[in-house]
């Protein structure tokens, strides 16, 4: 079966085709500046990456475009549109209705829609990318894979806000949590590469990547996430602040003279390590700089370090132990130096890290001495193929 994987935001498209019996990526790419000019970068599987400037005025274009490109006589990778049989959408924030993925019909899209106002710059963009491909792959089946599902398993002590309870019983005000489709594969991953059941392991997960959480895994159920109604909560993130006193954004909106959507603005895209560091949202570039003695850059990573193992204790204090820790996305697979800087507030868990393993980058690998009582696991995301896999289940 071909699954066409479809991640749609307001003015972008990433995809990926995946042959889901063999799990090969057999194209991937993205559309770019939607609705401004318009961008297709298109990558067959062996191949190179083709660059096309070309008009995308709505997301319907960028589709066809797409489709044109993986059709193409000559660097295309499919004979005809039949041979996608179907697609699957990432749709971020399913509130308390969507607990799995599910068939998008016109009922799920309305349901999806009455979540907007929890996501309002993501699902609207979301249902955009259903609606176009609805529009040109008239018969295919379709499936919607949500951000949030896989924290809906979340106690209630672990998601409601210390607020009125009427405004959870009136708006659904709580915590929901992201990147859920990350951590159940990277936690699933984990079970596998250590030949344990999957519900038989206490595992955290640190998706580090721009945008970063962490979920505490009690036998294969999300039992708590470090982020909340919305992405902006928990971590230290390249932009994001996390966690940051309600009272302290309006003392700064004040002293600034911004709106709240103006202060919101800052807490989501000038805060975090690049807010810290006032350089860079990227971890390669603090490093560097640190390298060079930015005591700002600096700060930034260490103060990223120190929120994380926070929040590694506290969920390791929620499930009443941990069996595993999984390092994951970009930061997470990449950057050795983060990770010992992690790991270093967590001995008294008994972990040791190997010095050698920790080197690594972008591969599975077992990251802990063979003694460590806890095991620290490198483990990559593959939100698409997780994807993939939901879309033929369903579709099967
Ligand atoms: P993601 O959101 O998962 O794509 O992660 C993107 C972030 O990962 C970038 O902004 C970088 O901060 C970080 N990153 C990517 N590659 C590396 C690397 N080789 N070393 C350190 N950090 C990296």
Do not use: W
């Amino acid at each position: 079966m071909n699954v066409l994987v479809i991640n749609c935001g307001s003015s972008s498209l990433k995809y990926q085709v995946i042959d889901s019996d063999s799990e090969v990526v057999l194209a991937k790419g993205l559309c770019e500046r939607i609705g401004i000019d318009g961008r297709l970068v298109y990558q067959p599987k062996g191949g190179e990456k083709e660059i096309t400037e070309a008009s995308m005025p709505t997301h319907t274009e960028a589709v066809r475009m797409v489709l044109d490109a993986l059709v193409n006589p000559t660097t295309g990778v499919l004979k005809s549109l039949e041979e996608i049989d179907a697609v699957g959408h990432r749709l971020v924030h399913g509130g308390e209705k969507f607990a799995a993925s599910t068939l998008i019909n016109e009922k799920v899209i309305a349901a999806v829609e009455e979540c907007s106002d929890l996501a309002p710059l993501h699902n609207p963009a979301n249902l955009i990318g259903v609606r176009a491909c609805q529009e040109v792959l008239k018969d295919v089946p379709m499936v919607g894979v949500f951000d949030t599902a896989f924290h809906q398993t979340m106690p209630k002590k672990a998601y409601l806000y210390g607020v009125p309870y009427e405004y959870y019983e009136k708006y659904k005000v709580r915590k929901y949590g992201f990147h859920g489709t990350s951590h159940s594969y990277v936690s699933k991953r984990a079970a596998e590469m250590l030949n344990k059941p999957y519900d038989s392991l206490k595992t955290i997960v640190c998706h580090l990547g721009n945008g970063a959480s962490i979920c505490a895994v009690e036998n294969g159920k999300s039992v708590d996430t470090s982020m909340g109604l919305s992405p902006l909560e928990g971590l230290i993130m390249g932009t994001r602040s996390g966690d940051i006193d309600p009272s302290a954004v309006e003392f700064m909106a004040k002293k600034e003279n911004l709106s709240l959507e103006e202060i919101l603005n800052v807490l989501n895209k000038e805060s975090g390590v690049y807010g810290i560091s006032g350089l860079s949202s990227d971890f390669r570039d603090l490093e560097s700089a640190s390298k060079e003695g930015d005591e700002r850059a600096k700060t930034a990573r260490e103060v990223f370090c120190y929120r994380t193992a926070k929040y590694i204790g506290s969920y390791a204090a929620a499930m009443n132990g941990v069996d595993v820790i999984c390092f994951t996305a970009g930061v997470g697979e990449n950057d050795g130096r983060i990770r010992e800087g992690i790991c270093s507030y967590l001995g008294y868990l008994g972990i040791t890290l190997d010095e050698n393993e920790n080197q690594k980058r972008g591969e599975e690998a077992v990251l802990s001495v063979p003694d460590s009582k806890v095991t620290v696991l490198l483990v990559p995301t593959n939100e698409e193929l997780a994807i993939c896999r939901e879309t033929v289940a369903l579709i099967k």
